[in-house]
Structures are given as C-alpha cells and as structure tokens.
C-alpha cells in the first residue's frame, strides 16, 4: 500500500453502488478513496470492502447538487492533503424511460440537476485540486436520442458535452480528462431501462472498473 502520510487521493462521486463504487475498490490498494453518496449505509458498506483490500476512505454521505455542501468538501481537501490526483464521476440520475412528450416536470427537474447543473459546478470546483497532472473520467451512455430515453439520454449527452468540452481545453495543460464507454454492466440503472435482460450475459462492475482504469 502507499505511503499514508502523502498519499495519493481519488475521489469518487456516486461511490456507493454500481460501477463508481467498482471505482472505489479498484483504486484504493492505491489511492485513499474520499467516497461521496447520499446513501450512508451503502458508502459503509463500501467502507468495510475498502478494508478487506487494505485501503483507506473517507466517507462523504452528500447530495451532489448541494453546492455549497460540495464546495464546502473540496475546501476539506484542500485543507487536509492540498490536491486530487484522480476524479472519477459515476454519480447519475436515472429518471424512467418514457415518452418525451409525457416526460414527468420532477423526473427532468432531477436529470438536469444532478446529471448536467452538479457537473458545471464540480468542473469548477475541482481543476483547481487536480491541477495539471491529475485525471478526470466520465462516463459516457450512448443513449441520446433513443426513443423512451428522453430525460437521461438529453441530461447524459450534455454531460458528456461538458466533460468532451473541457477534455479539450486541458489537452496541452492539464488535467488529463478521459471520457471512457463502459461496456453493458448488471447494475441497478441498466435494469429500469433493460428489464428481463439475460445479466449473466452481462460483464461485472468489478471487471469493467480494471477494464476502464487499465485503459489511462
């Protein structure tokens, strides 16, 4: 394990189930992982895994578009190691697939909140902590555009607009922004929107974590 007294620091929004908390566990033989959800009893779950491997946490039990609790965290960063070497953002709302002509007003109030208004905050908050030589990933979901997928496929797509935006900004200066595509994962999102889907066919998030971090 690396040397505690400076460690190296990932953060992880939308720790606490699915692939960000596949992310976690990855990463912390290596990194002290600062998990951020809004479901406590999952991020200690997360927690006591995290453990197992040998590796360190700090849990986070936050709403990410609470702004100023977010900005109040990355002061809390700051304060306490100066930086972020790694930012992997897995936190997403997954509204109901339905017609965009029937699209729930509270269903789209929460896609754009979480999936597009958090992420021009983050993006702000946290270049400064990653600095030149840290690494961002998003995720994308192809889904834009697909019938039923109206609220997350058009909230998703401007996520990663804004995530591909800023990849190309930091090119020559740094951050390193990645923007990966996972492959087909059991989780609980990918079950509302695929429903009698054979998962067993499905790759497992722990897999598609090494997959993707294999790939920086």
């Known amino acids: 394990m690396s040397d505690m007294s400076s460690p190296k620091i990932a953060l992880v929004t939308g720790a606490s189930r699915g692939l960000g908390a596949a992310i976690a566990e990855a990463l ?3 990194y002290h992982i600062v998990a ?3 479901t406590t009893g999952a991020l200690e779950e997360l927690d006591d895994r995290i453990k197992e491997k040998r590796g360190q946490a700090t849990l986070a039990p936050m709403d990410i578009t609470n702004a100023d609790a977010m900005a109040q965290l990355c002061r809390s960063i700051y304060d306490r190691w100066g930086k972020i070497d790694l930012w992997a953002h897995c936190a997403i709302h997954a509204a109901p697939l339905t017609p965009a002509n029937h699209l729930d ?3 789209w109030d929460k ?3 979480v999936n597009v208004t958090a992420t ?3 993006i702000p908050f946290l270049a400064p902590l990653l600095g030149e030589t840290g690494t961002a990933l998003f995720f994308d979901d192809p889904h834009a555009g697909d019938k ?3 609220a997350y ?3 998703k797509a401007a996520q990663t607009a804004l995530a591909r935006s800023w990849q190309a900004e930091t090119a020559k200066i740094g951050p390193h922004v990645h923007v990966l595509e996972p492959n087909p994962m059991p989780t609980a999102t990918r079950a509302r929107f695929f429903p009698g889907e054979d998962r067993a066919a499905l790759t497992t998030t722990a897999k598609e974590a090494q997959r993707l971090l294999g790939m920086l």
């Open 120 to 122: 021009g905050r983050l």
């Open 36 to 38: 951020v959800a809004r």
């Open 148 to 150: 039923f997928f109206a």
């Open 111 to 113: 896609s754009v909140a």
């Open 153 to 155: 496929g058009a909230t």
């Open 105 to 107: 007003p509270k269903d």
């Open 28 to 30: 912390a033989p290596e």
